[in-house]
């Protein structure tokens, strides 16, 4: 088994026109880069496996936005030591993953990700390299454990500006995909051919917007090509999996701009096919409601407050939710339980395509109940409804409609005004509620007192019996 192993480290069976070669390497003088701005966990994981016989490199989105003077989220280092092997290295680390067997070395909060080196698959009918690696029949990834060299590694990664490697003991970062050229050129490029990569996984098309949005970067045209041809292979990913995709599309802090690079390239339907629809059937008040929403979300994350995503959901699927009120009315329901009707169908229909766990789900149906709530304000509704927990999403909701050009008569600087009122100021504008409400009462009273009341021998109407 051990022999077989090891062979594929020198074999590797390539399925894209990349001949190996002799990276790039450029040293400290050529790159802004230096070891002390990196973690010192970082740091002191590639030396250990150094110092232990084996070729270690931080890699990846860490080097790419240090690069970029940005902060990272996280470190991973690449290594040509198996998992086992570096486990045996580190008391504080744990082998995690079976589509991608990883190892997690744990510093206190921090996380450090060392992954083995890997390869391309081969075809050959081999059972052992079968249990190691596997393909659905569109050619997706389900299993991707074939271990090889560095240049395997840099090969099968993503984006260029994913496959570069740091040194933190030489300082040297090696290129092997032309990345630190895209990098200054800001441009995302996949490593061979797009339509082969994106059949691996569809979710790299997901991940060519994400990292274009975040880092304000351009798709290539190449790599951008294939991508509205091949978006329905969404359907076929895992909930779960696009639900974890989408939290990190639109909370990255540029999700307005995620936004049009979804619609452009044919990406938010298979996301989300209802509010599509909707987007389709009114796009100027779908497209503007949805956009305010995000452009919130941004101003939100930029100013370091928090940002739910049950408030998220609801705005990007709102557009779908009235015409399906309206049809649950249409059968004779009050609008109350119609909207729970609905709302339930819609939350459900999403949760196939992307598992929003229920944590989410039942914030997002209290947040549109509340629509339907906040304009009863008689008596003691309204101060009811201000001691209810979710008052003010409710209310903050309603303005996204109102800023999308819902009319609602004024409700919202209604509920502005009375959560700003005094007691009294308070009970006055209730009251004008109320003689409001008196004065159509009285209307309909004038215009029912012309009728001749019935005497004890008349018949009832037609429609009475």
Known sequence: MLKKLFQSFHFPLRRFPHPRRTPEILSSRQHSLHRNDLSRHAVSVVERLQHAGYEAYVVGGCVRDLLLELTPKDYDVATNATPEQVR???????????????????FGREIIE????RANHPEADDDEANHLASRNESGRILRDNIYGTLEDDAQRRDFTINALYYDPSSERIL?????????RNRLIRLIGDPEQRYLEDPVRMLRAVRFAAKLDFEIEQHSAEPIA???????????????DEIIKLFLGGKAERTFELL????????????????LADNPEYAGTLIRNALANTDQRIAQGKPVTPAFLFAALLWPALPAR??????????????????AHDLIWEQCQRTAIPKRF????????????RLPRRQGRRADQLLDNPRFRAGYDFLLLRESAGEQTDGLGEWWTDYQEASESERRNMIRALSNKDDGSSA???????????RGPNDSAPASAE
């Open 88 to 106: 045996a290295e580190f008391r504080n680390a744990r082998v995690i993953g079976r589509r991608f067997r990883l190892v997690h070395v744990h």
């Open 114 to 117: 060392v992954a083995t080196f």
């Open 175 to 183: 290129d092997h995909t032309h990345g630190v050229r895209d990098i």
């Open 229 to 243: 041809e091949l978006a329905d292979l969404l359907n076929d990913v895992p909930s779960a999996r696009l639900f």
């Open 263 to 278: 619609l452009e390239h044919d990406l938010f339907a298979p996301l989300f096919p209802a509010s599509a629809e909707a």
């Open 325 to 342: 009120v309206a049809e649950v009315q249409a059968r004779g329901l009050p609008p109350i339980p119609a909207m729970q009707e609905a």
């Open 361 to 372: 789900t039942m914030p997002m149906r209290e947040i549109w109940d509340m629509q339907e």
């Open 443 to 453: 209307t309909r009273k004038r215009r029912r007192s012309g009728r001749r009341k």
